[in-house]
């Protein structure tokens, strides 16, 4: 593994700038030089058996401008440094019926093999499937998995944590888009019973007009974050104790500020209290904020209490430099520690990934 050298210019974002509560990030991931792989976004990030780190991204020209694909970059000292960008799918070169790579899951399975799984679609003609990728040497070498029952039109996207369910199972989640079928809109559930390989057909969650669902699997229940569709509403929380029945509470907590655009939720089980909950809000031109909670705070999970535990990131303000940016993705390294990712940059042409450790 060859680590990539960053060096700051003056193109590059003030850290101090956007500084929170547990200090400046760092640049930690720039896109290649050729123009058509300037725009790194929408990361994910898994601590591998080894305690190496694996970070999945997109790159292309820009936000949803075609020609993108899905890169890894590796890390084996913690996240001081990653290899340059490894690209492992980019349409429309390896399928011209999908235009754009979008949204990733990223996990683990009992074999200690990461699992990757990623969309790709075409906005205007209403096409989009889903691919995956298998690694069992720490993310050197990936194998492609068999998505065939949510592929080509009948999920849509995928998002968030390919987590761990009984019996050696896995779960991942993602949402519906236009033109698949039978559903068009909603949350679905797959599971697969053989650490990736293969994954069962989508089950729908709910046919609400939500997106990007982050879910894990805690304490012997489902709980997650949805995301509104039109982005405008705070994240509603779904629980569920077997995955067919759910319920669903419309503002799981209180975010700030309010009315303003949420992209992008996040929440995981801390490992070594696993009753505490850690969230992640983003807001398109304010902040990104953590948040907690503890199951044993109600007796239904819908009533746990969320209190804001401080602020990660803040926006640069305006500009073409701060016009995209948020996706945040946290994974635990150990003793309380945590490696936060988020992209930032342009709209079009450059945007980097940046992360900061969290001592929470």
């Not at 700038?17 to 990361?43: C, F, V």
């Not at 679609?121 to 096409?127: A, D, L, Q």
């Not at 993310?139 to 592929?151: F, K, M, R």
Request: with cysteine; charged share 20%.
């Amino acid at each position: 593994m060859k680590p990539v050298s960053i060096n700051l210019d003056e193109g590059d974002i003030n850290v101090n700038d956007i500084a929170g509560n547990w200090g400046k990030p760092r640049l930690i991931l720039t896109a290649p030089q050729e123009w058509d792989y300037k725009h790194l976004s929408w990361p994910k990030i898994v601590q591998t058996a080894r305690n190496n780190l694996i970070l999945a991204c997109s790159v292309g020209i820009g936000h949803n401008m075609g020609g993108s694909g899905l890169t890894v970059s590796l890390s084996d000292n913690n996240g001081r440094s990653f290899s340059a960008p490894k690209m492992l799918r980019c349409f429309p070169q390896f399928d011209n019926r999908y235009h754009d790579c979008g949204n990733y899951a990223i996990g683990t399975a009992e074999d200690s093999a990461v699992i990757l799984l990623a969309m790709a679609f075409n906005r205007e003609r209403k096409f989009n499937t889903i691919f995956g990728f298998r690694s069992e040497d720490e993310g050197e070498t990936w194998q492609t998995v068999d998505t065939d029952n949510l592929a080509e039109n009948t999920t849509g996207s995928v998002y968030g944590h390919i987590f761990h369910l009984p019996n050696g199972r896995l779960g991942v989640v993602g949402h519906y888009r236009p033109g698949s079928n039978p559903h068009q809109q909603g949350i679905w559930l797959s599971v697969s019973d053989d650490n990736g390989k293969t994954w069962s057909p989508a089950k729908c969650i709910t046919e609400g007009n939500y997106v990007e669902p982050a879910m894990i699997y805690n304490r012997g229940k489902f709980v997650g974050l949805l995301r509104k569709d039109n982005g405008r509403d705070f994240y509603t929380l779904a629980v569920s104790e077997d995955g067919d029945k759910w319920d669903f509470k419309p503002n799981a907590f209180d975010m700030e500020p309010a009315g303003e655009s949420y992209p992008s939720p996040f929440i995981t089980a801390d490992p070594l209290n696993p009753d505490r909950l850690w969230a992640l809000s983003s807001v398109r031109h304010e902040d990104i904020i953590l948040y907690s909670a503890d199951m044993k705070s109600a007796d239904n999970l819908l009533d746990m209490q969320w209190k804001r535990v401080g602020t990660v990131v803040q926006w640069g303000g305006p500009g073409e430099e701060h016009a995209d940016w948020s996706y945040p993705w946290m994974c635990h390294l150990g003793e309380g520690r945590w490696m936060c990712v988020f992209y930032y940059g342009r709209l079009r042409g450059r945007c980097d990934i940046y992360g900061l450790e969290l001592q929470i």
